[in-house]
């Protein structure tokens, strides 16, 4: 009788043992695949804050190639009601855009002139307000920055102020 006993007890630990087991392995299991999903997770924000990133850059190159264009071709007496322009398309300037890891198309950039300051009736001084829209390297991350440029009316100064007044990011469409 006392063999029958031991037996029991025996398959009683047994069966123990094996839901002890089962139940670690499932908390191991669940475990795995939290941490799994957390890094699944984190590479996706990684990426998109490097695709964001890109956008951004792309916007302040086309930025800085609106200025440039201010600089070198408009003037005050100008019209300059025109649709956004291509980065490079004035100055010539290169981006290189279109495969992995590089904007996916040229940032624009499109500008107005409004008046600065009122001198006297007939003198009116201007700045020019830059939209410039960068891409990252898939066409859904876009980034919308804005800048006011005084360019220096006054060729003949010894030392014409010019250049950025104010920059902002806008609100991403």
Known sequence: MSFCNDSRKRATVAGFALISCVLILMTVLLLGLAAQQIVRESAAAGTNAIDRQLAMQ???AALMDAEQ???QTRDAS???SQPA?????VTGNYFASGSRM???QLPTYAFSMLPLAHQGDSNVRYFYRITA???GSRIT???VLQSDFLKSSCAACINPWQGR???REMLSP
């Open 58 to 60: 792309a916007a302040e």
């Open 69 to 71: 264009d201010i600089l």
């Open 78 to 80: 100008m019209d300059i």
């Open 85 to 89: 322009l291509a980065y490079g398309s």
């Open 102 to 104: 590089q904007a996916a």
């Open 133 to 135: 829209v960068g891409v």
């Open 141 to 143: 991350t876009q980034v």
């Open 165 to 167: 007044l104010a920059w």
